[in-house]
């Protein structure tokens, strides 16, 4: 079993930055692909951002836009997402995923294996 950690979350100005961490634990997830999803209010959970295992391979929803950047560090068994010029629409919980297939990103909730529970971003006008 894999256990993920979300942190980093918090109250920001629109903007500002903030940086999520998603440590894991329970087994080594270097081999795993990782994501990031989000849910706002009344939505549903949508994707962000996923990194196949090695770092090779990044994927990113369209509202991204070049503002965040995942990136991982697997002798920690972290993943990361680095978020800029965030907006009040960028709201929501933001959720770490793994996925046991490591050389796929899917955009899919259904698509993961493993979901943390989750951090609250709160950006305001």
């Known amino acids: 079993q894999v256990q993920l950690a979300e942190s980093g979350g918090g109250l920001v100005q629109a903007g500002g930055s903030l940086r999520l961490s998603c440590a894991a634990s329970?087994?080594?997830?270097?081999?795993?692909?990782m994501g990031w999803f989000r849910q706002a209010p009344g939505k549903e959970r949508e994707f962000v951002a996923g990194?196949?295992?090695?770092?090779?391979?990044?994927s990113y929803a369209d509202f991204v836009q070049g503002r965040f950047t995942v990136s991982r560090d697997n002798a920690k068994n972290t993943v990361y997402l680095q978020m800029n010029s965030l907006k009040p629409e960028d709201t929501a919980v933001y959720y770490c995923?793994?996925?046991?297939?490591?050389?796929?990103?899917?955009?899919?909730?259904?698509?993961?294996?493993?979901w943390g529970q989750g951090t609250q971003v709160t950006v305001s006008a």
């Open positions: 995923a793994a996925r046991r297939i490591g050389y796929v990103i899917v955009t899919t909730r259904a698509g993961w294996d493993y």
């Open positions: 990194i196949t295992w090695g770092g090779g391979s990044t």
């Open positions: 329970g087994r080594t997830v270097s081999t795993y692909t």
